[in-house]
């Protein structure tokens, strides 16, 4: 099952935030760059003229975005199918993460001779690394 649409990152604005003030935390397969949303009061009252608060900024959704490059493979299949391993992964995840973050996970090349626990573990680990959930 995929990520809903409100868990979704999506727009290349929101991308490139993440790219350019996200946390960054690597592992062997995986990269992942979090940032805490400040433009979060779109998804209270979709009044985009009222000043983001820390309490609206907590009421977000935490949106996850994945990317893969050719580099990873040429082969459409195999991105892909990386892609649907860690949309699973963040879902089942996604109780533990707090609202109001936007995640970006990077797939290194190496990551074509995982599967999918390694993927779910990885991603665990590098949550609790960058402090966005505790590990409970």
Do not use: Q, Y
């Given at each position: 099952?995929?990520?809903?649409?409100?868990n979704r990152l999506r727009s290349r604005q929101d991308f490139n935030a993440v790219y350019r003030r996200g946390?960054?935390?690597?592992?062997?397969?995986?990269?992942l760059l979090a940032l805490q949303q400040?433009?979060?009061e779109k998804f209270l009252s979709g009044n985009v003229s009222t000043?983001?608060?820390?309490?609206?900024?907590?009421?977000?959704p935490t949106r996850v975005?994945?990317?893969?490059?050719?580099?990873?493979?040429?082969?459409?299949?195999?991105?892909?199918?990386?892609?649907?391993?860690?949309?699973?992964?963040?879902?089942?995840l996604l109780w533990k993460f707090p609202v109001g973050w936007d995640i970006v996970v990077l797939v290194q090349p190496e990551a074509t001779q995982c599967d999918y626990r390694q993927f779910l573990q990885e991603l665990e680990q590098l949550l609790i690394n960058a402090?966005?959930?505790?590990?409970?």
């Open positions: 099952m995929a990520l809903s649409k409100v946390i960054r935390r690597k592992s062997r397969h995986l990269t400040l433009h979060s000043r983001p608060t820390p309490e609206t900024a907590s009421a977000a975005g994945i990317s893969i490059s050719l580099k990873v493979s040429k082969r459409a299949v195999v991105r892909n199918r990386l892609k649907r391993w860690l949309k699973v992964a963040a879902r089942s402090e966005v959930c505790d590990g409970d």
